[in-house]
């Protein structure tokens, strides 16, 4: 470990944090350039700018700040600067109530880790990580399993962990495009890096319910968001209910680990983080690309609805390659960075089942299973994401009006798109470099992982006693090859059976013309996944008669909403409960100064008898 001062830290763990925030931050304010020209004026760009510096600075306080009053003034200043980003637009009063319920929220997630940090600081009369760390080892295990509950509640909101998700889909579709880059492929990771310092390194696992809470919450958290996310039609909240869903993949491996620190198997908790911490950074890279070409396709048409769109592969296609591959990066397809770590977390799961019994044998299957049907249905959301918007005909004049985005714009999806590629086919180079931050963050030797530089090998002889088998092998770049290889013969068929063929209209199914009125629409490819989870979603929907007379109906009008569950069942009673409690404590307040004094000797007499007593 090599300290700059008694203040900041620059272990393994904070160095990796501080690289996700760079490359991510790099290629959004690159990107923001272009995307602020022509939308502002001068001042309020330059106060952009200037908000952008200060919160990547307050994020990387956050990942290096080595006492309890550096990290919380940075967590505070690092929620702060991203409220004046919600609110950025104040001119519209969606912006305004997105920044209310994320202010609000944040906060109530900041109370749960001050109340974390004071009993932590009760017990070590020091803000210090280290002498925290030696006076969580001494205290009961009630209190431990109170500060992690705690913990993870305060940590669980800014993730946007279910059912703490709520603020997440409304701040980050109205903060610029830039700006929701970087809140949703680097903020909400402070998080995780909070739950990974303050749980594994300060307080430590002893119980093996914690990392078992964990992957409940993560499990529920992936299909939560991807279910709402097929059901969404505006690209940005598409994009922020897939951050939940990925940040529940990440939690899949972090809780993993947890349970294998708790049972004593170190090496597969080692393997487990690794799969978590490849997985976070993958997510930043092509979560940060999705938001910055929802940006530029925002930019271009002037809406954030998909059923605005269509056509755009041939107006924007630059924007079009880039969507795609983060769009393939995200649904987990070979030989991109998303399948590598998704691939690694399934291993994770499945060694996991190797070396337990009985009911956690199940329970881990369960989550593997859980977690390919996530894959499967992130899959059809981008299928319907990149077809309703780039393919098709112009449903708009939104559409049919868009325009390719500036250099800069480009340059910054540029840049996370081949980083996208690279975190993909040099998968065995970076799971190295990962297992060496794992293991320095749980104390392991992880030389007992091998991975080759170019082929990704799991030693399973080393993880577990017992014979196990052959090797688990996966080599990507041999992958890579070989659908290049297979692309290319494709391309040759084509060519050679395009000499020929004849050039004709496409077939309209016997219609008599075929316009933009009868394409697919999002609304229509979400229906099928509707009806399979509308135990959860509750789905209605609403039909108008327009007429000219009493006789002749000139249209029908026909809309189809999903039931907010969280919303409805879970905050607008709390909601309701809250404003019944403060109507009551407003009867105190009768304005009477006598009653006020009165108020106040009440308060003396129980200050005198408190201090009395002890």
Same mark, same amino acid.
């Given at each position: 470990m090599f300290n700059l001062s008694a203040n900041f830290i620059f272990d393994p763990l904070s160095i990796f944090f501080i690289f996700v925030i760079l490359i991510v931050s790099s290629a959004a304010a690159l990107y923001s350039h272009g995307y602020l020209k022509? =939308?502002?004026?001068f001042p309020r760009k330059v106060f952009a700018w200037v908000l952008l510096l200060i919160f990547v600075c307050s994020m990387l306080l956050v990942v290096t700040g080595s006492n309890l009053l550096v990290f919380i003034i940075?967590?505070?200043l690092m929620s702060l600067v991203s409220y004046f980003f919600v609110v950025f637009d104040f001119q519209y009063n969606r912006s305004i109530q997105a920044g209310m319920i994320y202010i609000v929220i944040t906060h109530i997630g900041t109370a749960f880790l001050l =109340?974390?940090? /004071?009993?932590?600081?009760?017990?070590?009369?020091?803000f210090d990580f280290i002498a925290l760390k030696d006076a969580c080892h001494l205290l009961p295990m009630q209190t431990r399993n109170t500060i992690f509950l705690l913990l993870l509640i305060g940590f669980g909101t800014k993730a946007g962990i279910v059912p703490m998700h709520i603020w997440l889909p409304y701040a980050h579709p109205q903060a610029p495009s830039h700006i929701s880059s970087i809140m949703s492929g680097v903020m909400i990771k402070t998080a995780i890096y909070g739950m990974i310092r303050f749980i594994f390194f300060i307080l430590g696992i002893t119980s093996p319910w914690w990392g078992i809470l964990v992957l409940i919450l993560a499990i529920i958290s992936c299909l939560v968001g991807v279910i709402y996310a097929l059901m969404e039609h505006d690209i940005k909240k598409l994009l922020a209910y897939h951050s939940v869903e990925n940040i529940g993949i990440i939690?899949?491996? +972090?809780?993993?680990?947890?349970?294998? +620190?708790?049972?004593?198997l170190p090496y597969l908790a080692v393997? =487990?983080? +690794?799969?978590?911490?490849?997985? /976070?950074?993958?997510?930043?890279?092509?979560k940060g690309l999705l938001f910055l070409c929802a940006g530029s396709v925002c930019k271009a048409t002037g809406t954030r609805n998909m059923e605005k769109m269509g056509g755009l592969i041939k107006r924007m296609p630059h924007t079009a390659v880039y969507f795609l591959i983060g769009a393939m990066a995200i649904s987990a397809l070979p030989p991109l960075n998303g399948f590598v770590?998704?691939? /690694?977390t399934l291993q994770a799961f499945f060694l996991g089942a190797l070396n337990t019994l009985g009911g956690?044998? +199940?329970? /881990?299957?369960?989550?593997?299973?859980m977690l390919a049907l996530t894959g499967g249905l992130a899959a059809a959301c981008f299928v319907k994401a990149f077809g309703i918007i780039f393919l098709a005909q112009p449903r708009s004049q939104y559409a049919e009006s868009a325009r390719e985005v500036s250099w800069s714009m480009k340059a910054g999806m540029f840049i996370l798109a081949a980083l996208v590629i690279i975190f993909g086919l040099a998968a065995g180079s970076i799971v190295k470099l990962l297992i060496k931050v794992s293991a320095a963050t749980l104390g392991v030797d992880g030389s007992a992982l091998n991975l080759s530089a170019y082929n990704l090998t799991l030693n399973l002889q080393a993880l577990m006693p017992g014979p196990v088998g052959k090797d688990s092998y996966l080599s990507l770049p041999y992958l890579a090859a070989l659908l290049v290889i297979l692309g290319a013969i494709f391309f040759v068929i084509y060519r050679l059976a395009k000499r020929k063929s004849l050039t004709y209209k496409t077939w309209d199914c016997g219609y008599y013309k075929v316009g933009s009125r009868n394409e697919y629409t999002a609304t229509a490819f979400s229906k099928p996944f509707r009806i399979a989870f509308s135990f959860f979603l509750f789905p209605y929907h609403k039909t108008q008669k327009v007429r000219e007379s009493f006789y002749h109906v000139k249209a029908f009008s026909y809309e189809t909403h999903t039931t907010p569950v969280f919303k409805k069942y879970v905050y607008y009673p709390l909601l309701a409960w809250i404003l019944k409690? =403060?109507?009551?404590?407003?009867?105190i307040q009768p304005g009477s100064i006598h009653l006020y004094l009165a108020y106040i000797f009440a308060v003396i007499i129980l200050l005198i008898m408190f201090i009395n007593k002890f």
């Open positions: 022509n =939308a502002y004026t940075a967590w505070e =109340a974390a940090f /004071l009993m932590i600081y009760q017990a070590a009369h020091s939690l899949l491996g +972090v809780g993993l680990g947890m349970f294998f +620190v708790s049972m004593n393997f =487990a983080l +690794v799969a978590g911490l490849y997985h /976070l950074i993958n997510h930043a890279i092509f770590s998704e691939w /690694l956690t044998k +199940v329970f /881990l299957g369960i989550c593997a299973a409690f =403060a109507r009551l404590l407003r009867r």
